[in-house]
């Protein structure tokens, strides 16, 4: 049998399936703080999935600096041939 391994992810769950043990005893790191920063900062915030480990939260904060980086890139590419 193997072991029990954390999720990277929380679904929506409906209120009653809140008191799961692995969320209960959760305290925030630095990673966690600096993902919510990150993604209020650059609205590129997910909205029905949630990142509970630290990996997936790094993961998709890497995702959403490539999308910023393309859409500047873009826009930068933009003036350059319109001046």
């Known amino acids: 049998m193997r072991p029990r391994q954390s999720r990277p992810f929380r679904l929506p769950v409906p ?3 809140l008191d799961d043990r692995e969320i209960r005893d959760w305290l ?3 990673v966690d703080y600096f993902f919510l920063a990150f ?3 650059t609205a590129f ?3 029905d999935t949630l990142p509970l480990s630290q990996r997936a939260k790094l993961l998709m904060m890497a995702e959403s600096m490539i999308s ?3 859409i500047a ?3 930068a590419r933009a003036v350059n041939i319109l001046a």
């Open 45 to 47: 915030s997910p909205t």
């Open 68 to 70: 910023l980086l393309t």
């Open 73 to 75: 890139l873009v826009a």
């Open 15 to 17: 209120a009653n399936d």
């Open 28 to 30: 925030p790191g630095f």
């Open 39 to 41: 993604t209020n900062a």
